[in-house]
């Protein structure tokens, strides 16, 4: 199970906590497969920025690191101030140079991951290439665009569906306890509780069926 690692960086300067936040911005770096999240911390420091200008990087071992704070404005998709990401944006940098090679598949599979944990925060957020808001090969032609946006509308089925499951689970809780066949409804009510630790299918399906016994 990937994780977002914390990085050592020191900042030189302040953020600006953004005001919106619309979609998810996808880089490649552009650069050598060994690069770290230090050596882009100093070319952004370079630039005349407080530090690296993307969120997170993913390393093509699948390491996840937490560049910015995910909350404030990122350094990494500026074209115009009509165009820009930066402002509404979270930006995602895979290390590697994807106009020739492709990213590796942990590096997709902590992509997916960092996504759907982005998006327990932001729900439902677009993700888009930095191409699709500024004239820039990047992410890089080889990057495997069409297979992510299908894997990540798969992503969307399971959370629409599991939702669906746990809130048809509720549903039939309420019948029960109004049927009075559960006794102590406050042990199984609580939503959090619920979402986490019941595999919401199993949960459905038996709340389901015993709401069907009794009527
Ligand atoms: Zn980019």
Known sequence: MPQILENNLTFNGSFTTRSSTTRIVVHHSASDIDTTIEDIHNWHLNNGWSGIGYHYIIYADGTIYRGRPEKVKGAHAYQDSTHEANTNGIGICLIGDFTSSKPTNTQMTSLIWLI????????????????????????????????????????????VLEKWMVEGGQKALKELENKGLVNNPENWSSESELAEYVPAYLFWMMMNRLAEYKA
């Open 116 to 159: 759907k944990n982005i998006w327990t925060r932001y729900p439902n957020i677009s993700v888009i290439r930095h191409s699709d808001v500024m004239s820039t090969a990047c992410p890089g032609s080889s990057f495997p665009w069409s297979e992510l946006k299908l894997k990540l509308a798969e992503e969307v089925i399971d959370i």
